[in-house]
């Protein structure tokens, strides 16, 4: 059995490579829908050259996109999940991606493996506070026990000088991701039966999950609001939902490879040809991130090597 997989990619640069992300998707699978959703304020991207491709659909954007907020990823991705609904666009399964992510396996071999899942979802997820979380505890809490209010880049030096204040109030400055100044949450939507569970941003969810994480969401707004205020709400609030929900058979794996062990400022390890050892084991669907300007030939040989076809080549219009 072969799944009806749509495919939701955030871009937000580098149009040759969300223009050859495209095309590999629709050439492997001619009955996926494929939605784009492009940050137009980073990156200009033409969508002539993909305008001529069936169910392949470019997502109205909602807002500027701004990095570790709910703006970020996690807006775009329920933005996706109620347009599809909106429209009456069928699928099975929703796979989300960016155009710095591709395939290690054929698309046909995705989909058959999808269509043949008897679970509910792929995602990487844990309990926040337990033993089992790779987060050590003051991370989570710094994430989303506390409120943030994102400054100007001048405050930057005041808040690294006043860092010294959080070991005595309960203030928390992120600067990676920031400038953001947070102060203790007084109450959150945590509790015994609604764990903070965390993961990466990246999962294969059935219909039926995604429309439930809209659906509850609307009926507990306080949950959204809360997240809102929070830091990489991305990595945080599906799993939380659909982990709690108890209503879905989630699988404790993205089937991605994504090198986080050297990640600077949170961003995962650009690969190379040198990773295609691992990525030809079969035990991921999707890698990432991908640089063309890092690496020009890796694309080219996962296309030959693990997929089977003849490099990509867009013509522009």
């Known amino acids: 059995m072969t799944a009806t997989v749509c495919y939701f990619i955030q871009s937000h640069r580098d149009p ?4 050859r992300l495209v095309r590999l998707l629709r050439q492997g699978s001619p009955r996926a829908k494929i939605l784009v959703r492009h940050d137009f304020d980073k990156c200009a991207l033409d969508w002539a050259p993909l305008a001529d491709l069936p169910e392949t659909f470019l997502l109205p954007s909602t807002g ?5 907020d709910f703006s970020c990823q996690a807006q ?9 609904e909106r429209r009456g666009i069928a699928y099975d399964w929703l796979v989300n991606l960016t155009a710095q992510d591709y395939p290690v396996q054929p698309i ?16 990487r997820y844990w309990d926040v506070l337990s033993a089992a979380s790779p ?26 000088a006043a860092r010294p204040l959080t070991k005595l109030l309960p203030l928390h400055f992120y600067l990676d991701y920031g400038p953001l100044f947070g102060v203790r949450a007084l109450r959150t939507p945590f509790h015994d039966g609604f764990r903070c569970h965390g993961g990466w941003a990246w999962f294969s969810l059935r219909r039926s999950a995604a ?3 809209r659906d509850f969401l609307a009926e507990n707004p306080e949950v959204e609001r809360h997240y809102r205020k929070t830091v990489a709400s991305e990595e945080s609030l599906v799993q939380t939902v659909l982990v709690n929900s108890k209503h879905f058979d989630l699988i404790d794996d993205d089937l991605r490879f994504i090198d986080y062990s050297r990640a600077n400022k949170g ?9 295609l050892p691992e990525l030809a084991t079969g ?5 990432r991130k991908f640089d063309l300007a890092v690496d020009s030939g890796v694309l080219d040989r996962i296309d030959r090597e693990l997929l089977g076809v003849e490099p990509a080549r867009v013509k522009q219009k």
């Open 283 to 287: 035990r991921y669907h999707f890698a």
């Open 64 to 68: 500027p996109q701004v990095r570790s």
């Open 135 to 160: 987060w050590p505890e003051r991370k989570a809490r710094a994430r989303y026990w506390y409120r943030y209010r994102r400054l100007s880049p001048q405050a930057e030096p005041w808040l690294r």
């Open 211 to 213: 429309t439930y994480l």
């Open 16 to 19: 040759p490579q969300i223009y």
């Open 76 to 84: 775009p991705y329920l933005d996706a999940i109620a347009w599809l």
């Open 267 to 275: 961003s995962p390890r650009t690969l190379t040809t040198a990773d």
């Open 108 to 123: 046909a071999k995705i989909e058959s493996f999808l269509g043949d899942a008897a679970c509910d979802g792929f995602l």
